[in-house]
């Protein structure tokens, strides 16, 4: 009997067990192959009949794939928000402070009477026939069809006022300006070395006869195709596409009919 009764002790022992070894079997997850959730779970372990060990484990870090590193670029400080739009201003006052008195300049007597007041097509103002006449004619052994159509347009807004044409050249002298700004600052990220050299660009003494001598209105009309070239150009480089590609390509044909030598 005693023999029967302990027999019978070690079999409840085993069924109880076996019944808290499946009350605490984790349940499966579908679909997440077989994961463990995001938080500790108790998971039981049997080392011996009759015997429940617990065990508590962490949860299972998934594993990232190798990928290659990427090249990271420095990240150039930021101006605050009222310096840019400051050195624009004191670019437009420096140029204007220089080349602003040329407005009470006379025409010379060396080219001037050919391109402008001299010049019947010119002194007629924009018109279809000065158009066709400027795409079919040289001047001063130039073929420059857009430098030729801006002196009409003058002389449609200021006829054949000098100070009208001398305001001409020194407004596209100032795009030229903002225009080369813009652009350093873009493709060098420095604002102030940009703003350094243009300053020495707008007011350097190689610019006087560009702008101060209306003949050589196809100078400075050439210089602000030549910056839009510039932008076109860091533009396509930064995003190729037909597109930009285009675009520049129109804006540098503009620079050769302003000035193609």
Known sequence: ALVADAEAAVLGRRRHGRQGHRRLRRPHLPGRGGELPAHPQVAPQRHAPGVLQLSIHGPRRREQPITKAQPVMPSLPRPQRWVTPAIFLTLIALTWIVFGQTLGHEFVNFDDHQYVYENPQVARGLTWDGV??????????NWHPVTLMSHQLDG?????????????????HTVTVLLLFAFLRQASGSVWRSAFVTAVFAIHPLRVESVAW??????????VFFMLTLWAYLRYVRLPNPTRYLVGAL????????KPM
């Open 132 to 141: 066709q006449w400027a795409f079919t004619h040289k001047l001063s052994s």
């Open 156 to 172: 449609e807004l200021f006829g054949l006022a000098p100070g009208g044409h001398h305001f001409t050249n020194v407004l596209l």
């Open 214 to 223: 209306v003949s050589e209105r196809k100078d400075v009309l050439s210089g």
């Open 251 to 258: 804006v540098f044909i503009g620079g050769l009919m302003s």
